[in-house]
């Protein structure tokens, strides 16, 4: 069956339908991972987006229902250039066609997923839609698509009640506003007890619980309308608990401490994305997705926080550390998954700001 794939400034792609024929208006965003599209189609920091998948062959090694980020996959779309339909690899349980299907999500292969990357590229990220309908009228969907916005995604991606992953050592409460699965398990390896929270749990509530130790995870869309949620982080910021915030969490941070964010052209997405660590000028590969960026210079020019990472290809903020504060920050992924885990050594750094064991996954 035939699929379109329209963006908003009039360009249409032509190629084949995969998964669900549902028609889906969403922003189109590119990955530039070669592995890893489960862990992808299931984070749901891509709540709201449909992505582009820029590695040429996707689905060959199937779907393993171990590697999922969270509990079903948050993806609007997924676009592809050639998907391989016979998997071989000993751990797969599913294809891609069947996986997509199963959740209702539609997509589009076939298409010059590198033309489609250098539209995204030198025009910035923009909306679009797959549809199967042969008959579409460019003229009616064009204001459609410039009208749609993936809104509060939070509070859609995020847990109904509390969890707890049981262990020893410190106990960390976990903010989940689209927590990937293995930021928990990063934690619990080095025997971290790990409580789940909402995303729209009160300040009090977490600190009544009283933990060692407080993550901000990663999490979908414009930091800036999680209105409520920033100001019960700058609570937590005005308590002692110490404070590790990834992705969303590190621009919440930011907000909440009177700093600024704003959308990048078209963000960051894949696993090989260099960031300098400025204290040793040490360079470390890191995996990424992320549509804004956090404005460093505000919050170093208000003795606020100073910066702790830069992108070497772009020189963007990767990170904060607060002055004053028990608090550091990091743009990038250091749980990985997919990705490099060369920055994993992260969160041995804050077991030491919680005066934890981090032997227990060594």
């Not at 995969?18 to 891509?46: C, H, K, Q, W």
């Not at 106990?171 to 929270?197: E, H, P, W």
């Not at 992705?247 to 963000?267: E, N, P, R, S, V």
Request: charged content about 25%; aromatic content about 8%.
């Amino acid at each position: 069956m035939k699929a379109f794939l329209i963006l908003e400034d009039g360009h249409v792609f032509t190629g084949t339908s995969i998964g669900s024929a549902r028609e889906v208006i969403s922003e189109i965003v590119f990955n530039t991972s070669m592995t890893g599209y489960l862990e992808v189609m299931t984070d749901p920091s891509y709540a709201g987006q449909a992505v582009c998948m820029t590695y040429p062959l996707i689905g060959n090694y199937g779907i393993c229902y171990e590697d999922q980020e969270s509990r079903k996959p948050w993806v609007d779309g997924f676009i592809v250039r050639e998907l391989s339909r016979v998997p071989s690899n000993f751990r797969s349980v599913d294809t891609i066609q069947h996986f997509l299907e199963k959740h209702d999500i539609p997509g589009i292969a076939g298409i010059d997923t590198r033309a489609l990357t250098k539209i995204l590229r030198e025009k910035g990220t923009m909306n679009g839609m797959i549809t199967v309908n042969e008959n579409y009228d460019l003229d009616a969907i064009i204001p459609r698509l410039k009208a749609y916005t993936t809104g509060k995604v939070v509070e859609k991606v995020t847990c109904r009640e509390k969890d707890v992953l049981k262990g020893n050592g410190p106990k960390v409460a976990l903010m989940d506003f689209g927590a990937k699965r293995n930021i928990a398990r990063s934690l619990n390896k080095r025997g971290c007890q790990v409580t789940v929270y909402p995303a729209l749990t009160p300040a009090e509530e977490i600190l009544k619980d009283r933990p060692d130790g407080i993550m901000l995870s990663n999490g979908p869309g414009d930091p800036k309308e999680c209105t409520s949620i920033i100001e019960e982080i700058r609570k937590l910021y005005e308590s002692d608990v110490p404070i590790f915030a990834i992705c969303l969490g590190h621009q919440l941070m930011a907000l909440a401490a009177g700093g600024d964010t704003h959308k990048m052209k078209y963000g960051h997405r894949g696993g090989n994305h260099p960031v300098k660590d400025l204290a040793t000028g040490r360079v470390y590969i890191s995996s990424q997705n992320h549509g804004y960026v956090v404005d460093a210079e505000e919050l170093e020019k208000k003795h606020i926080a100073r910066p702790a990472f830069i992108n070497v290809n772009d020189g963007t903020n990767e990170g904060m550390i607060y002055e004053g504060k028990n608090i550091f920050t990091v743009q990038f992924h250091p749980e990985a998954c997919p990705g490099p885990q060369d920055s994993g050594y992260l969160f041995d750094r804050f077991m030491e700001m919680m005066g934890g064991n981090n032997n227990a996954e060594k």
